[in-house]
């Protein structure tokens, strides 16, 4: 599976919009490009996954480049209780163990 | 989706000692992952687990250190031996589940919360 570039940390306002960005520059064809997110000491939880297209669900929406180098996921307005650490991964087939890096800190602030 | 239990939701033991951990998922489901996570680090895959065939280890974790079982499509143990406070992290369990396009989708259990003095 494609390695994964992910800023260290970041910080949102509460409402704001929170666009955390993801490089997969190496990702082939047949990759999908996944996030979950970690709340402290919890497991992590699935958010959205995607291909080419641009996806959205009750959670968050997930932007993908037309040349699929790089996503962005978006939570539109963030809450206290988005702040957790993101995981942006890739990955092509099932049976297979996530990759986890170590992610961005998302610290949503009053 | 599915929904994944886990027993005990965090323990303390003394050095030496042993602790099984129990995945519980709420269907049937074939591919079982067992993880680490050491305070402040990113996860670290143990084991993959499928029924009916001896799980598969990572380098670095051994099948006498970390016995896993498997005896059903909805439950797995995993065993934490001979405790050093090294051996303290988060032990989680997830597991693989259809979803809506592409690959499977992974699920967590809400993890195991072990301190070892």
């Known amino acids: 599976d494609a390695k994964t570039t992910q800023p260290p940390s970041m910080d949102c306002a509460e409402g704001r919009a929170a666009n955390l960005p993801c490089n997969h520059s190496?990702?082939?064809?047949?990759?999908?490009v996944y996030w979950y997110r970690q709340i402290h000491s919890q497991g992590p939880q699935y958010i959205i996954h995607?291909?080419?297209n641009n996806e959205t669900n009750e959670m968050a929406s997930l932007i993908i480049t037309e040349d699929r180098k790089s996503s962005t996921l978006i939570l539109p307005h963030a809450t206290l209780r988005d702040t957790a650490v993101y995981y942006c991964i890739v990955r092509a087939n099932s049976g297979y163990a996530l990759n986890f890096g170590k992610g961005t800190s998302l610290l949503v602030t009053p | 989706s599915a929904v994944i239990s886990q027993k005990p939701s965090r323990d303390i033991c003394q050095r030496g000692t042993s602790l099984t951990i129990q995945c519980q998922v709420d269907s049937q489901v074939t591919m079982m992952f067992w993880y680490r996570q050491q305070p402040g680090q990113s996860l670290t895959l143990i084991a993959t687990?499928?029924?009916?065939?001896?799980?598969?280890?990572e380098s670095g974790f051994v099948i006498d250190k970390f016995p896993i079982s498997r005896p059903n499509l909805t439950f797995s143990t995993l065993t934490v031996s001979n405790m050093s406070p090294e051996d303290s992290s988060i032990y989680l369990c997830?597991?693989?589940?259809?979803?809506?396009?592409?690959?499977?989708?992974?699920?967590f259990g809400p993890g195991t919360r072990l301190t070892v003095l």
């Open positions: 995607g291909l080419k």
């Open positions: 687990a499928n029924q009916g065939s001896e799980a598969t280890y």
């Open positions: 190496t990702i082939s064809g047949n990759e999908y």
């Open positions: 997830s597991v693989e589940a259809p979803g809506l396009a592409g690959p499977d989708t992974q699920y």
